[in-house]
């Protein structure tokens, strides 16, 4: 067996309640998987119903899990509510991350760890306990970002704390491969959504426009079928990263 509809499957997604992770538990939700959908703060709460909504209303099956994941104990909780609600988890896919725009001299010991924190300690562990869950034969994608292949100031940070999580991956698929487990990562260029805007002055955001090869910010509608295609028929792909953002930056 290794090609793998999702009817009946189990999906856990970490921030799973708006922008790229909101779509994707939609789409798994629309083609029969059950969702556990994740999300950090009081602020997201509203989207996070608002996705549930959604989903319940159109007949599919989903549950809401709050917490803050730079807590481990609080990933390990997350993956046994999955379990005890659906009894098992198939997919598990981790959107979280945290964006800072600042130069190296003026980033701040406590920015340094909060970015590590959010955008490497959370995939580490959330990995981690993925390989404990998972059945065999499942799957884990971690969304990265694409400023890993660029030659830039100011994202040290950000792309620093997410370059981790390529040998993550890599590490994570050798170890679990024997359980027919695959490990992806997916670079996705600067993305429409207001994850985005909220770092970018106006010149920024039409120099970022401009610089794929293919025109344009990706959309999240282009992310989700490579993530989906990734964790089912795709699953032959393991211990990469792969970049998806219109010929923005390249290896």
């Known amino acids: 067996m290794k090609r793998n509809n999702l009817d009946g499957k189990v999906v856990l997604i970490a921030g799973g309640a708006k922008n790229l992770g909101g779509l994707l538990s939609r789409d798994f939700a629309a083609k029969g998987a059950k969702v556990a959908i994740h999300y950090n703060s009081d602020q997201t709460k509203v989207e996070a119903e608002k996705t549930l909504t959604e989903i319940i209303n159109s007949d599919g099956q989903a549950f809401l899990f709050q917490a803050d994941l730079t807590k481990v104990e609080n990933i390990k909780k997350l993956f046994e509510e999955t379990k005890n609600r659906f009894g098992k988890v198939d997919i598990a896919i981790n959107t979280v991350g945290m964006v800072l725009k600042k130069t ?7 920015e340094y760890d909060t970015m590590f924190d959010i955008n490497s300690k959370v995939a580490y562990f959330f990995i981690q306990e993925a390989g404990k869950h998972l059945n065999d034969n499942g799957k884990i994608c971690t969304i990265v970002t694409s400023l890993l292949a660029a030659y830039t100031g100011l994202y040290s940070t950000y792309a620093g704390s997410k370059a981790p999580v390529e040998h993550f991956t890599r590490m994570a698929s050798k170890e679990f491969g024997n359980r027919g487990i695959s490990v992806t990562g997916v670079a996705p260029g600067p993305m429409d959504t207001p994850f ?56």
Do not use: M
């Open 104 to 110: 190296y001299l003026e980033t701040t010991e406590e």
């Open 196 to 251: 985005f805007y909220g770092q970018e002055e106006p010149e920024a955001v039409a120099y970022h426009t401009s610089a794929s090869a293919l025109g344009g910010l990706t959309d999240i509608k282009d992310i989700a079928p490579l993530v989906e295609f990734l964790v089912t028929d795709g699953w032959w792909i393991t211990g990469q990263t792969i970049f998806a953002n219109g010929g923005y930056t390249t290896r």
